[in-house]
């Protein structure tokens, strides 16, 4: 059975830090690009960044670069998003996505609450 399950959200004050964490099960991880997604209330979801498989590269939405890292430990079929420097419009339900050829996965959200 495939399960992606996020964890680390919650709420905290604009200038600080979360980092989230996608455990992935049921799936070849490392052959997977995994990708983190957010929604806010009211508009569609967006990609944040993402991580291909077993050489990683990065790739990140301009509206979180030099604030978010993302990176994967394949040995633990975990992949992470580190959010410095957070802002009130980062506030969302963030979504891990495992993608492979036309196989994609996703887990079922944490959310995010940026706000003193």
């Known amino acids: 059975q495939v399960q992606l399950v996020e964890s680390g959200g919650g709420l905290v004050q604009p200038g600080g830090s979360l980092r989230l964490s996608c455990a992935g099960s049921?799936?070849?991880?490392?052959?997977?690009?995994m990708t983190w997604y957010r929604q806010a209330p009211g508009k569609e979801r967006e990609l944040v960044a993402r991580?291909?498989?077993?050489?990683?590269?990065?790739n990140y939405a301009d509206s979180v670069k030099g604030r978010f890292t993302i990176s994967r430990d394949n040995a633990k079929n975990t992949v992470y998003l580190q959010m410095n420097s957070l802002k009130p419009e980062d506030t969302a339900v963030y979504y891990c996505?495992?993608?492979?050829?036309?196989?994609?996965?996703w887990g079922q959200g944490t959310q995010v609450t940026v706000s003193s």
């Open positions: 996505n495992a993608k492979w050829a036309d196989i994609d996965y």
């Open positions: 049921g799936f070849t991880f490392s052959w997977y690009v």
């Open positions: 991580i291909t498989g077993t050489r990683p590269s990065t």
